[in-house]
């Protein structure tokens, strides 16, 4: 509604205001202050929260011992919400400049919020595996990692995020797995490859099967992960501890 127009052309301006920024860092100071751009989270947080227990109001009548918030969030949309890009600036400029500590761990905790009333948005979960990793929290950036649920080609696409965080938090099993997630797809890749083609000859695709050859050549063979996954389990292996 017009809420909802309201929000979108306020992130907007921000962003055009942090774009300006980012070439002309000497106008630093002229950038929203992280605690606005909170508050608007909030405020947004509230009226969409308000709006959630109108609809589901009926439901809690008809279930006496179920509790709201249960409710709430299992009527959650599985999607990004509106105000989630709101967060994210603020913690770009909570973190902007030389920044502490204090900064990075309250950073965090405004990310564990976001999260939790918009479990579905990806983007947020990259941010808080990035600030815990400069807490040094790397089990937590693991675990955010795995909540993003990626499957197949796009769990290669998206191991650059996490394999640098395992190797420096040493946690050489986790590295190890990640890598042989990858080397499996690759693996699969190149026996469904030839299974395809394969068959396209038989159906008389010849067109098809050239697709698959080039495609499986030029992208699967020329993969720069899976040559980094095969590095990694050759520098890890001698560090896995025995189970």
Same mark, same amino acid.
């Given at each position: 509604?017009e809420?909802?127009?309201e929000?979108?052309?306020?992130?907007f301006?921000?962003?055009?205001?942090f774009?300006?920024?980012?070439?002309?860092? &000497?106008?630093?100071?002229? #950038?929203?202050?992280?605690?606005d %751009?909170?508050?608007?989270?909030?405020?947004?947080?509230?009226?969409?929260?308000?709006?959630?227990?109108?609809?589901?109001?009926?439901v809690?009548?008809? $279930?006496?011992?179920?509790?709201l918030?249960?409710?709430l969030?299992?009527q959650?949309?599985?999607?990004?919400? /509106?105000?989630?890009? #709101?967060?994210?600036?603020?913690?770009q400029r909570?973190?902007?400049?030389?920044?502490?500590?204090s &900064?990075?761990?309250?950073?965090?905790?405004?990310? &564990?919020?976001?999260?939790e009333?918009?479990?579905?948005?990806?983007?947020?979960?990259i941010?808080a595996?990035?600030?815990y990793?400069e #807490?040094?929290a790397?089990?937590?950036?693991?675990?955010?990692?795995?909540? $993003?649920? %990626?499957?197949?080609?796009?769990?290669?696409?998206?191991?650059?995020?996490?394999?640098?965080? #395992?190797r420096?938090g040493?946690?050489?099993?986790?590295?190890?797995?990640?890598?042989?997630?990858?080397?499996?797809?690759?693996?699969?890749?190149?026996?469904?490859?030839?299974?395809?083609t394969?068959?396209?000859?038989?159906?008389g695709?010849?067109s098809?099967?050239e697709?698959?050859?080039?495609f499986?050549?030029e992208?699967?063979?020329?993969?720069?992960?899976?040559?980094?996954?095969?590095?990694?389990?050759?520098d890890?292996? /001698?560090?896995?501890?025995?189970?």
């Amino acid at each position: 509604g017009e809420r909802r127009s309201e929000l979108r052309r306020f992130i907007f301006a921000v962003q055009v205001n942090f774009k300006i920024i980012s070439q002309f860092p &000497e106008q630093g100071n002229r #950038l929203p202050g992280y605690q606005d %751009l909170v508050q608007v989270w909030q405020s947004y947080k509230a009226f969409d929260e308000s709006q959630n227990v109108d609809q589901v109001r009926t439901v809690t009548c008809r $279930l006496l011992s179920v509790n709201l918030t249960s409710v709430l969030l299992s009527q959650a949309q599985k999607e990004n919400r /509106p105000p989630d890009e #709101l967060m994210l600036l603020a913690v770009q400029r909570l973190l902007y400049g030389e920044t502490g500590r204090s &900064e990075r761990i309250e950073a965090a905790w405004l990310l &564990e919020g976001a999260i939790e009333y918009s479990p579905y948005n990806a983007n947020l979960k990259i941010a808080a595996m990035l600030v815990y990793a400069e #807490l040094n929290a790397t089990l937590r950036s693991w675990e955010f990692f795995n909540d $993003l649920y %990626l499957k197949h080609i796009q769990y290669e696409s998206c191991s650059y995020l996490i394999l640098p965080l #395992l190797r420096s938090g040493g946690m050489y099993n986790e590295t190890l797995s990640v890598c042989q997630q990858i080397l499996g797809l690759h693996r699969n890749a190149e026996r469904e490859a030839a299974d395809y083609t394969v068959r396209a000859m038989e159906n008389g695709t010849v067109s098809k099967a050239e697709e698959f050859i080039v495609f499986h050549r030029e992208k699967m063979k020329k993969s720069l992960t899976c040559l980094e996954a095969k590095g990694l389990v050759l520098d890890a292996a /001698p560090l896995l501890a025995e189970d």
